[in-house]
């Protein structure tokens, strides 16, 4: 009912277990299953008025005999898969299946032709970097996934879409200016290198390993985000 959205409703939930009711009237609660029970209808009775009756058995009122018909139904089916058995909580399931997402994800990133230079920074996909990303601000974000990948205003991108006619580096003219020798060799970027990353060349990995702030920062000393 929560996940519905009700709101000033006048529910009504009808039980024909003492037990139950005792327990959610309780003093104190001893079982998860119960403060679940209960926080489900404290939430529900925000904006809702709830009432909770007890019945004496299912017989003669239609929605329970209900719900008691399609239990009886449920326990009659015939278990398929190992025993023992029993249910999943929802929490387990929501885990298994991010777990089974995670890896058709990194499978298909690992099988995908192509995206040489995103796999050299990026490696495989991370859950914990993605959030890391989504905190940035537009034009953060527009510059670190350019770098990554490539799709960026240097001048071996520009030259490939035509905008440019050079693909040379700007700063040092030794090599084609990609984010690779932006980030990693340039030597006419090598103080900016040494004071955020520690080393005046580095690998590919330690920009991949290291906080998205510090290639940020980098960037800005290096005059690359203006």
């Known amino acids: 009912m929560t996940r519905r959205s009700y709101t000033n409703k006048r529910i009504q939930i009808i039980s024909d277990s003492q037990a139950a009711l005792k327990a959610l009237g309780a003093v104190e609660i001893h079982s998860q299953v119960v403060k679940d029970c209960m926080d489900s209808l404290t939430k529900l009775a925000e904006h809702n008025s709830i009432t909770l009756k007890w019945i004496r058995g299912h ?13 009886k139904k449920g326990a009659e089916v015939p278990l398929i898969g190992p025993e023992p058995t029993c249910g999943l909580a929802y929490r387990t399931a929501r885990r298994v299946m991010k777990d089974l997402l995670r890896e ?9 032709p192509g995206l040489r230079h995103s796999r050299i920074f990026i490696g495989e996909p991370s859950w914990n970097k993605s959030k890391d990303f989504i905190k940035l601000g537009r034009n953060q974000l527009r510059w670190i996934v350019g770098l990554f990948t490539g799709h960026c205003p240097l001048m071996r991108h520009l030259t490939t879409i ?6 040379d580096c700007r700063r040092c003219g030794e090599e084609e200016e990609t984010s690779l020798h932006i980030l990693c060799e340039c030597p006419a970027l090598a103080a900016a290198r040494y004071s955020n990353f520690g080393a005046i060349t580095i690998e590919p990995k330690e920009v991949t390993d290291a906080p998205l702030e510090t290639v940020l920062k980098f960037l800005k000393e290096t005059g690359l985000m203006e």
Do not use: C, M, T, Y
Request: charged share 25%; aromatic share 8%.
């Open 59 to 71: 017989q003669g009122h239609v929605g329970n005999e209900r719900a008691d018909f399609l239990a």
């Open 104 to 112: 058709k994800h990194i499978s298909h990133w690992a099988k995908v």
């Open 162 to 167: 035509g905008v440019k006619n050079d693909p």
